[in-house]
């Protein structure tokens, strides 16, 4: 018989948050493309509370997420979950400055910025504490190895006051662990990833030597779902979706992946859910790697 490998399970986020290795990303909620009109706040209000029903413990958003003239991720994370049940871990983005008038983040919060951008999570949020931040520094291209130390060292004073419990990175390298980790202990990395394109395994290794969670952004592949002739095959077989041999691919692929997708569609969530009963055999795991 041919032995298969079971996705989802558990990880002990920072050694003491405990959650399901699917989760949910709320960068979607509010629109469902960058250049996109705004979703309905009442549909995403439910989506957050049918995810919490169905399991999952573990939000990733960020005050730059919001539609223009439209609803903000946070601002419906708290209406639909406050006040918060035990062992919600929600995780938050700062670094990335999003003005009113642009679709997506175009300039870096400075180090001395970051407090405030800070607080301004804990009031949208409605928390006295964050579970887990990320610095995400740089743009949206290839991450790029300028330094990080100084706003690192912001949040880690944040965390030493313990308005943040956890710290981790976001689209950075090697080297801008290496330096952030000479400062405080990281949590977790958000760099993209997916299965059609592990372009980041390297990385990827160093938070499996390290016990580091790795939850990548864009796990679906982006803004439009990969057309990749070897994840159509292994779905058929299965008698799964594409995004689900996607999400299942990753929660395979390594015990410190988790996998956290977005979508402003009910029937989508719990499609991208059920991904994590999807059990793939070696030869499937093969296949992707090839």
Do not use: W
Not at 35 to 47: C, E, M, Q, V
Not at 56 to 71: E, K, L, M, N, R
Not at 159 to 175: F, N, T
Not at 230 to 243: D, L, M
């Amino acid at each position: 018989m041919t032995t298969q490998i079971t996705t989802g399970g558990h990880f002990d986020l920072g050694g003491d948050l405990r959650v399901a290795r699917m989760g949910f990303g709320a960068m979607r909620l509010p629109q469902s493309r960058l250049d996109g009109p705004a979703n309905d706040r009442d549909t995403g209000l439910k989506i957050l509370r049918k995810a919490v029903e169905l399991g999952v413990d573990h939000i990733d958003t960020a005050a730059f997420y919001y539609a223009q003239g439209g609803p903000a991720a946070n601002e419906m994370i708290r209406a639909a979950l406050a006040p918060y049940p035990d062992g919600l871990v929600i995780a938050t983005k700062v670094g990335p400055y999003r003005g009113p008038d642009d679709r997506h983040p175009t300039g870096t919060i400075p180090a001395s910025g970051l407090r405030a951008e800070v607080e301004r999570n804990l009031r949208e949020l409605g928390r006295d504490h964050l579970d887990l931040v990320y610095l995400r520094p740089g743009g949206l291209e290839s991450p790029m190895d300028e330094p990080i130390g100084e706003r690192f060292a912001v949040l880690a004073a944040l965390r030493d006051e313990g308005v943040i419990r956890h710290l981790g990175l976001s689209h950075v390298s090697a080297a801008q662990l290496a330096e952030a980790q000479e400062i405080a202990p990281v949590a977790a990395i958000q760099n993209r990833f997916d299965v059609t394109q592990p372009q980041d395994v390297g990385l990827l290794a160093v938070c499996e030597r390290e016990n580091i969670a790795y939850a990548p952004y864009f796990p679906l592949g982006g803004f439009g779902i990969p057309d990749d002739e070897r994840v159509s095959v292994i779905a058929t077989r299965h008698g799964a979706t594409v995004p689900q041999v996607l999400l299942a691919g990753l929660l395979a692929l390594s015990p410190v992946m988790l996998a956290i997708p977005g979508t402003g569609s009910p029937a989508h969530l719990v499609e991208n859910l059920a991904a994590a009963g999807v059990v793939l055999a070696p030869d499937d795991l093969a296949a992707l790697r090839g």
